[in-house]
């Protein structure tokens, strides 16, 4: 699943960051692996953290409706992170408005999938993953 959801969006941030280009695969593989290693883990709390809030917060709403607006959420703040590790793999700090540029770019190019993936998983694996760990 993190291949699946890193990977894509990794790939179309990259692709949107720098276009296809011989060096195209190492600098995905790359941005993949800082995601991998910063950006995701620190999504797996947060969408816990999120998850209990929305449950304390809004009681009443059904937990489809509570899951997908999870997964938006979620979606919004994963992308925004990921994006942040690839332009700064792929585009680096030293220019601050070529970095924002790329940052921004891959964060509306990849956006869309973000949201498919995210309300997917918060739909389907979320809440298996959730009856397993109180059974």
């Given amino acids: 699943m993190i291949t ?3 990977g894509s969006l990794t790939g179309v941030m990259t692709y949107f ?12 593989l ?15 709390v947060l969408m816990a953290a999120i998850s209990k809030a ?11 409706k509570r899951d997908i607006g999870v997964g938006v959420l979620m979606a919004l703040i994963m992308e ?9 793999n792929n585009v680096g700090l030293s220019d601050g408005n ?3 540029s790329a940052w921004l770019h891959s964060l509306i190019a990849a956006l869309p999938v973000a949201i498919v993936l ?7 694996v979320k809440p298996k993953i959730e009856r397993f760990l109180k059974s």
């Fill in 17 to 28: 960051n720098l276009g296809y280009s011989p060096l195209f695969f190492k600098q995905w």
């Fill in 98 to 100: 070529a970095f924002f």
């Fill in 54 to 64: 929305a449950e304390k917060l809004l009681p009443n709403l059904p937990s489809n």
């Fill in 4 to 6: 699946l959801m890193g």
């Fill in 118 to 124: 995210m309300t997917m998983v918060s739909l389907t």
């Fill in 80 to 88: 925004s992170g990921m994006a942040f590790s690839t332009s700064v």
């Fill in 30 to 44: 790359t941005a993949f692996l800082l995601a991998a290693i910063t950006v995701m883990p620190m999504g797996f």
